[in-house]
Nanobody, 124 residues
Framework: QVQLVESGGGLVQAGGSLRLSCAAS????????IGWFRQAPGKEREFVGA????????YYLDSVKDRFSISRDNAKNTVYLQMNGLKPEDTAVYYC?????????????????WGQGTQVTVSS
């Protein structure tokens, strides 16, 4: 099992950009599908996007797919979420999560390891 730590959150104006990082421990990081989720106050946790174990395949929530991109560097055990064109409705705590074996999913319950989250706040 991997341990995950997110970083890079903060306060940004609408239209701005942030890059979140998800650093993982463990030698089998390259066996894991890594997903990003977010949770706004009073709302359920929502799938944002994910990257395959090799980094060759990504998929996203429709409302972010033209603004966000996910990449990974398996040599550094790190996954990145680049967020451009941020909107106030993107404000949430962002979590990265890992699913062993790499099968694609958008369901939070399919991901067994989670980070502690990082706050992203977008002001209007």
């Amino acid at each position: 099992q991997v341990q995950l730590v997110e970083s890079g959150g903060g306060l940004v104006q609408a239209g701005g950009s942030l890059r979140l990082s998800c650093a993982a421990s463990g030698r089998t990081f390259s066996y894991y599908l890594i997903g990003w989720f977010r949770q706004a106050p009073g709302k359920e946790r929502e799938f944002v996007g994910a990257v395959s174990s090799t980094g060759h395949y990504t998929y996203y929530l429709d409302s972010v797919k033209d603004r966000f991109s996910i990449s990974r560097d398996n040599a550094k055990n790190t996954v990145y979420l680049q967020m451009n064109g941020l909107k106030p409705e993107d404000t949430a705590v962002y979590y990265c999560a890992a699913r062993y074996g790499g099968a694609s999913s958008r369901r939070a319950e399919d991901f067994g390891s989670w980070g502690q989250g990082t706050q992203v706040t977008v002001s209007s």
